[in-house]
């Protein structure tokens, strides 16, 4: 990253007013809110008005989530590479592991959040960065879920083991409230010791509800029966392995029948001595009374339907999800209460309603990048191939057009909404062409980036104008080398003529090249303009004047003027250079060669003598150079031509 955050300044505007109204003005990423002030007749005074900025997408200017888009970005662009000719039973562990991967990042994103957020002395900032955490909690709650109903598509069976995956992952207070009563002197007279046991037996984390449940046997060996009944009771139930030799009929036969045991242990009064125990049953057995009186523990109406999925229905099939995921919401809820956002998302999962979940994180979360990257991937998976929306873009095309959009309002994250652009093949490159042209050239490194995306996609008319603009920035700063560099890359004739005309003013001025290295490599570049042309080929006639080669440096002076590649106002200048080989003792130009060189020298008097009277704006001085010089070039070419005159004739004969 090249460039540093600003925070915007608020502006204060000068204006008079009585009346106060609101106006605002749209950016390509965030609108302009302003007062504006209206003076009524017979007002005065003074006042000022406030500019503000409201950013669409505050998310991308936070240095923790700036490294979400960053990893997610080529977690995105190696999912674009999967190849869609592969069949579907070799992509699925692909598509699972790259889910496994965004949340990964999510979760990275959100453990750095929090550590600022705990460090952080400003209560405010704090709050702020607890909010992002909440947010993120709730996304990868969400994924999460998404992975294991729609890119896993876990049959009956792996449902529910996924499941209490999902529940565990995201219910981790368990196991810091574990971690105080282990800790404590005697574990088992802990305040939070039974809790412990419960929430364990609830999240279907049997063995460690035993470890527990041992620390209080020891301390009642009265009842250490009753303890060993349970540990038991717990030690058989039943947990289906997909990697296994049982069937699901056969699992279900036996879950059944240690289903009936628990019941009859119940019925027989079993634990009736033991109200902890007792309880303990009752939720092995799913009874609905006893789990909703441990909402606490449970937390959420979700946690509290996997747990009952898991002691009531362990082979329940993803078609059926939908009618418990409702009644259990029902239930949970207070039926006076609204549902929250994160509800209608989680049960529109359930009910495998895969738009309504994407409909509603579009509504309730405050950016697209959740949205965007989690239906690029359901629909890697052929979920959404029926869903197109009413103006032409698929919903996938949309999302992804919306969040790079956002990408591109960033100093830096601009770079890689390029590849979300990329591949959004309907009408990315329109977005792109758009977009690119918003992004501000403050330096000439990142034009040089910008034109390098322009250049690899062909988009000719926007590398156009940017080293347009960038050949316009130099000239005005008096960079001739770099403004004619950009307007060659601009293949822009006008402008390269222009250019070349200011260099060829300041080697009259200073009487040397600046920029040398650029000139003297022009390549076939020079034939852009007539005038870049001569500026090369005037150059190369320096070079071989400085290597001493003077015939063929004399031949290309000549043919310069001859050709009419040279302009006019410049051939007193060549015609100066022609004077120190025509001093040379060695004949350089040949009685021809001399003829052509008078010639254009009486082009040019000529054109000096029919000047009309008052035309002329030269001062006396330069008049006189002028003659002085025409006069040096006279007596030089008389003299050369006698001599090469001379000479032709000594070789004839």
């Known amino acids: ?29 965030d609108i302009l809110v302003y007062e504006t002030l209206f003076k009524a007749s017979g007002a005065s005074g003074s006042g000022y008005s406030f500019i503000h900025e409201v950013r669409k997408d505050e998310d991308i ?66 709050a702020q960065y607890g909010d992002q955490v909440s947010i993120l909690l709730a996304i990868e709650l969400i994924w999460n879920l998404c992975e294991v109903l729609f890119i896993d598509a876990a049959p009956a069976g792996s449902l529910l083991l996924h499941l209490l995956d999902w529940v565990r992952l995201h219910k ?25 046991v419960v929430s364990y037996v609830l999240q279907g984390r049997l063995d460690e509800a035993r470890q527990m449940l041992m620390k209080q046997a020891t ?17 058989k139930m039943p947990f289906y392995n997909p990697g296994g030799n049982q069937t699901l009929t056969e699992f279900d036969v036996k879950w059944r029948n240690w289903h009936e045991e628990v019941d009859r242990c119940l019925q027989d009064n079993s634990f009736a001595s033991n109200q902890h125990l007792e309880v303990i ?100 998976c052929k979920l959404l191939q029926s869903h197109n929306l009413h103006f032409g873009s698929n919903l996938r095309e949309f999302l992804l057009l919306e969040y790079a959009s956002g990408l591109f309002t960033h100093h830096s994250l601009w770079q890689l909404a390029v590849d979300y652009f990329d591949h959004c093949p309907e009408f990315g490159r329109v977005y792109l062409e758009l977009q690119i042209e918003r992004v501000p050239l403050d330096t000439e490194r990142k034009a040089l980036k910008v034109l390098r995306i322009c250049e690899q996609r062909q988009m000719s008319e926007q590398v156009r104008s940017i080293c347009k603009i960038m050949a316009m920035r130099a000239l005005r700063n008096n960079r001739l080398g770099s403004a004619l560099s950009w307007s060659i890359r601009a293949k822009d004739a006008a402008f390269a003529t222009l250019i070349s ?17 650029l000139i003297d490599n022009l390549g076939s570049a020079m034939l852009l303009s007539d005038r870049l042309t001569f500026l090369g080929k005037y150059r190369e006639f320096h070079k071989l004047y400085g290597e001493k080669h003077f015939r063929e440096a004399a031949k290309l002076l000549l043919s310069l003027m001859t050709a009419k590649i040279a302009p006019r106002s410049f051939w007193m200048t060549l015609l100066t250079d022609a004077l120190p080989l025509l001093e040379q003792k060695e004949v350089i130009f040949s009685a021809d060669q001399t003829y052509e060189l008078m010639l254009c020298l009486g082009e040019i008097t000529s054109s000096l003598n029919t000047a009309a009277p008052g035309t002329n704006s030269r001062p006396m001085q330069e008049e006189d150079i002028e003659v002085t010089k025409v006069e040096l070039l006279r007596l030089a070419l008389a003299r050369n031509l006698a001599m090469a005159i001379v000479k032709e004739g000594t070789v004839e004969t």
């Open 1 to 29: 990253m090249e460039e540093v955050d600003v925070e915007p300044a608020v502006t204060n505007v000068p204006a008079v007013s009585v009346g106060k109204h609101m106006g605002f003005a749209w950016g390509p990423g």
């Open 61 to 126: 200017y936070s240095p923790i989530l700036r490294k979400l888009f960053n990893e997610s970005h080529h977690i995105f662009v190696g999912l674009q590479t999967i190849r869609e000719d592969l069949p579907s039973k070799s992509k699925k562990p692909q598509f699972v592991s790259i889910s496994k991967n965004y949340r990964s990042v999510i979760r990275a994103c959100m453990e750095e959040l929090q550590q600022v957020a705990v460090s952080a002395k400003d209560a405010e900032v704090a």
């Open 172 to 196: 981790a207070d368990v196991d810091e409230k574990a971690r105080e009563v282990l800790q404590s002197d005697s574990p088992a007279e802990h305040y939070d010791y039974w809790d412990v």
């Open 219 to 235: 301390l009642q060996p009265a009842a250490r029966s009753m303890y060993k009944l349970m540990d038991t009771l717990l030690s």
């Open 281 to 380: 049953c009752k939720t092995l057995l799913g009874d609905e009374d006893t789990l909703l009186e441990h909402k606490e523990l449970l937390g959420t109406w979700y946690h509290f339907l996997v747990t009952r999925l898991l002691f009531c229905h362990p082979t329940v099939k993803p078609t059926e999800l939908h009618y418990y995921a409702q009644s259990c919401m029902t239930m949970f809820l207070d039926s006076r209460s609204v549902p929250e956002p994160l509800d209608s998302i989680l049960l529109a999962a359930f009910e495998f309603d895969i738009h309504q979940v994407i409909k509603d994180c579009s509504i309730a979360l405050n950016n697209w990048w959740f949205v965007a990257h989690l239906t690029d991937l359901l629909d890697h």
């Open 501 to 517: 005309e200011r260099f060829l003013q300041d080697y009259c001025a200073r009487g040397t090249f600046s920029d040398l290295d």
